[in-house]
């Protein structure tokens, strides 16, 4: 009799051991209740004891936790109404605090995310939300996990993924984009035309200098014509070729200073009689 009392304890305490044995994985920790009470002790990744009927076990996860931030509708500081959605990481670092200072940390994780994405929108004008989002990245963060420290999580990064614009607001800044092309492409070609009108000013004075520059200038474009195998060629005779024939034909006609003409050959008519000489 006395055997099989002892027998029926020692298969309760092993029982009771056995039932007892917890196996915490590698990215969790063990917070221990007991008696309600929790334990400052942090059970490890392993094999792990509590005692039943005592203790309470909650597991707790380390890893990164991804959660996406529903699209938030703002309006900026410039006045345009968007629609922004964001993406938070953050993971725990105090499991203890995360069991006993906050009911659900996940929820009030996602709360935070969206109320403080709603607050950014507020704060920042629509260009900053298109071009500068490392910023308003960097402040978001901050603005979440001030008060995600004091529950033992702590935020990772926070991105902002999408900014959707109303239709009109599509529209109306693509004409913009459009206007601002077409106005520096209008301003490079101004630059271009006055380059080449200082170019053909100074190509102008050097002709200017020395007429035979423009006689050479319209034999060479009188060649790229013709190597194009044209039937009709049109040439254009300048004015300032004229005037430079003229002057030179002058020039050759002026008499020397010193030096008298003799008379040349008189034209003989066949036929005529005669002029008698004068006396």
Not at 53 to 81: E, K, L, S
Not at 160 to 175: C, F, G, H, Q, Y
Not at 188 to 205: C, F, T, V
Request: aromatic fraction near 4%.
């Amino acid at each position: 009799m006395v055997v099989d009392l002892l027998l029926g304890a020692g298969g309760i305490i092993a029982l009771w051991a056995v039932v007892g044995l917890r196996v915490v994985r590698q990215f969790e920790r063990g917070v221990v209740f007991r008696f309600g009470r929790v334990q400052s002790e942090v059970r490890q990744p392993g094999l792990t004891r509590i005692h039943p009927g005592m203790d309470t076990f909650r597991r707790v996860n380390m890893q990164i936790v991804t959660m996406p931030v529903p699209a938030q509708d703002g309006i900026t500081r410039d006045n345009v109404t968007v629609k922004v959605d964001a993406v938070v990481y953050f993971k725990v670092v105090d499991p203890v605090r995360v069991v006993v200072d906050v009911q659900d940390y996940r929820a009030a994780i996602g709360q935070v995310a969206q109320t403080s994405l709603r607050s950014i929108i507020g704060k920042s004008d629509l260009d900053d939300l298109l071009s500068n989002r490392e910023r308003l990245n960097q402040g978001l963060e901050l603005m979440i996990d001030s008060p995600a420290l004091g529950w033992g999580v702590a935020i990772d990064r926070v991105e902002i993924k999408d900014v959707a614009l109303p239709e009109t607001m599509k529209r109306s800044m693509s004409r913009q984009a459009e206007a601002e092309r077409e106005r520096r492409a209008r301003v490079i070609s101004a630059d271009g035309e006055l380059q080449a009108s200082a170019k053909l000013a100074q190509a102008a004075a050097a002709m200017s200098r020395h007429p035979a520059a423009l006689q050479l200038r319209l034999l060479e474009t009188v060649v790229q014509v013709a190597s194009e195998k044209n039937s009709t060629l049109v040439l254009p005779f300048p004015v300032e070729l004229l005037r430079f024939l003229e002057a030179s034909t002058v020039r050759a006609a002026e008499p020397p200073d010193s030096a008298e003409i003799p008379p040349g050959p008189r034209a003989v008519t066949p036929g005529a009689p005669d002029e008698p000489a004068a006396g």
